[in-house]
């Protein structure tokens, strides 16, 4: 449901680059959260070299009308967004000790001045080798990222 779902909102879509395109999976179906026309978090998984290009280099060479070869998987990687538990008029404290201490895995802090419950401030990658699962490293992404905040 959800590829279809994206199928038409990409066939409506003018403009060249990135576009994400965000559900939610529920028990009763598929929700549509958000369209983003840039890179956006949930693509930051390729920062982990899962594919040769990252999100940002795929943005600038479809801007540029640059020839984007066909994307593969180069090793599994997963991501886990940090989200802020407070309201707060001044930049957070992270605690990146446990996640940096981690192998395969790197942290992007957003840099946000400010902070709102449930507002994306970072996000943990985990990769691994080919054959890695990659529900171990969604499960190690989202333990690593409950501990930053």
């Not at 179906?29 to 920062?47: A, N, Q, Y």
């Not at 899962?50 to 593969?72: D, N, Q, V, W, Y």
Request: proline share 5%.
């Amino acid at each position: 449901a959800a590829q279809d779902m994206a199928a038409k909102i990409t066939a409506a879509l003018t403009g060249a680059g990135i576009w994400g395109v965000e559900f939610f999976l529920a028990d009763d179906g598929v929700i549509f959260s958000e369209l983003s026309p840039r890179p956006h978090d949930t693509g930051m998984v390729t920062l982990a070299h899962s594919t040769a290009l990252s999100e940002f280099e795929l943005h600038f060479r479809a801007l540029m009308g640059l020839p984007i070869p066909e994307i593969k998987l180069e090793r599994p990687a997963a991501s886990a967004v940090v989200l802020s538990p407070v309201e707060s008029d001044r930049p957070l404290d992270y605690h990146l000790d446990e996640a940096f201490s981690q192998e395969n895995t790197i942290v992007r802090v957003f840099g946000k001045p400010d902070a709102h419950v449930g507002r994306r401030m970072a996000v943990v990658l985990c990769y691994g080798d080919k054959g890695t699962s990659v529900d171990e490293l969604r499960s190690k992404a989202k333990r690593l990222a409950s501990t930053i905040l």
